[in-house]
């Protein structure tokens, strides 16, 4: 049993529900980043979604767009990124996974990706811009590697691309609660409920909701239907508050603990 699977499973016994945070790795910088995952598996993180910055984050709004850039001046890539998962493993047992486009995972290459991405402890990958037809060659080298490949699915996505993700993905499928970019909304849309009870009828892994949850009240009404609210922009937002704050790290934790009591 992988670390993901164990994480939701320790939430079945007492019917409890799951949140997942992301955050971009070297945003505002490395050691930051460093200092929150710790603080994020203190405060209870089911999962921890560590974003790769990427130069063109097309599927993302303006507020992941302005931690990519801030991360990229850092000049750094993904063996600085698992070598940091590396540290923060020997801390934490909260399962990370990283979140990228696919892009920067083939130039650094995909086999030495599974191989380097096993050994510093990651736990999966979620590839916003990968399909199931596309994702054969990535997901063997996964597998080999006993990570997990997390796929997206949306309200507009047919039931046969949903049977399809449930045929090829592991550890939990992400329902994107709307169609378009990332970013804090009102409201959580209707939508959202409704994706998660197709997704049900295919596969039984859990399923996390994400895009535009940024309060407690919509974090509780999404893990009404869901087993997991995933929470990006929210928590990314509050990052870009507090740059240069002293404990910025601990600052967060709080505001995420506010989030999901």
Do not use: C, W
């Not at 994480?7 to 955050?23: E, S, V």
């Not at 996390?208 to 309060?215: L, W």
């Amino acid at each position: 049993m992988g670390r993901i699977e164990d994480a939701f499973n320790q939430l079945n016994p007492d019917g409890g529900k799951g949140f997942i945070p992301f955050i971009t790795a070297g945003d505002p910088d490395l050691e930051t980043t460093a200092e929150l995952l710790l603080e994020l598996s203190q405060a209870g993180a089911t999962v921890i979604e560590l974003g790769v910055p990427f130069s063109d984050p097309m599927a993302d709004g303006p507020v992941i767009q302005r931690a990519s850039e801030r991360a990229l001046k850092h000049n750094f890539g993904l063996e600085e990124i698992l070598k940091l998962v590396s540290v923060a493993r020997t801390q934490i047992q909260t399962p990370i996974i990283l979140f990228s486009y696919f892009n920067p995972l083939l130039q650094f290459g995909i086999q030495r990706l599974a191989a380097e991405a096993q050994e510093a402890g990651v736990d999966g990958v979620l590839v916003t811009d990968l399909s199931p037809e596309e994702a054969e060659e990535f997901e063997t080298e996964l597998r080999a590697r006993d990570l997990d490949m997390i796929f997206l699915v949306a309200p507009t996505s047919t039931d046969q691309r949903l049977r399809l993700v449930a045929q090829h993905a592991r550890g939990f499928i992400y329902a994107v609660s709307r169609a378009g970019i990332t970013g804090v909304r009102a409201s959580v849309s209707a939508e959202a409920e409704r994706l998660v009870n197709r997704v049900r009828k295919f596969s039984s892994l859990p399923v996390a909701v994400g895009f535009g949850i940024s309060t407690s009240e919509q974090v509780k009404d999404v893990q009404r239907y869901a087993d997991a609210a995933v929470i990006g922009s929210a928590i990314v937002s509050e990052i870009e508050r507090l740059q240069g704050a002293p404990a910025l790290a601990q600052q967060l934790g709080k505001f995420v603990k506010e989030l999901i009591d």
